[in-house]
């Protein structure tokens, strides 16, 4: 089992940044591919960037250039850099980790653990 939080969400002007964080704890998951998902009210959960063991990325294309993924293994810590913010980001940001040996993967189903959320909204 892998136990994953979040952190670092809040209220930000648009063009302003933040920086998620999400702890795991449990396995270790230094072998898992490490992803990000958002959801917004009244839509589906959406990919938004996610980071194999090795250090490959995969960007949702749209975001790429805004927001950044990184990870610290011996810390048990992945990253979401967000710059450049825009109203259309406010959702719930979900660190998610997938079984172990899984591919680098945009699907949310590929997913078996997941954190409790964080709230970024991106308001004037």
């Known amino acids: 089992q892998v136990q994953l939080v979040e952190s670092g969400g809040g209220l930000v002007l648009p063009g302003g940044s933040l920086r998620l964080s999400c702890v795991a704890s449990?396995?270790?998951?230094?072998?898992?591919?490490m992803g990000w998902f958002r959801q917004a009210p009244g839509k589906e959960r959406e990919f938004v960037v996610a980071?194999?063991?090795?250090?490959?990325?995969y960007y949702q294309d749209s975001l790429k250039g805004r927001f950044t993924i990184s990870r610290d293994n011996a810390k048990k810590m992945v990253l979401l850099q967000m710059d450049s913010l825009k109203p259309e980001d406010t959702a719930v940001y979900y660190c998610?980790?997938?079984?172990?040996?899984?591919?680098?993967?945009?699907?949310?189903?590929?997913?078996?653990?997941w954190g409790q959320g964080t709230q970024v909204t991106v308001s004037s």
């Open positions: 998610a980790a997938t079984v172990l040996g899984a591919p680098l993967t945009h699907s949310p189903g590929a997913y078996a653990y």
């Open positions: 449990g396995r270790t998951p230094d072998r898992y591919v």
């Open positions: 980071m194999s063991s090795s250090g490959i990325t």
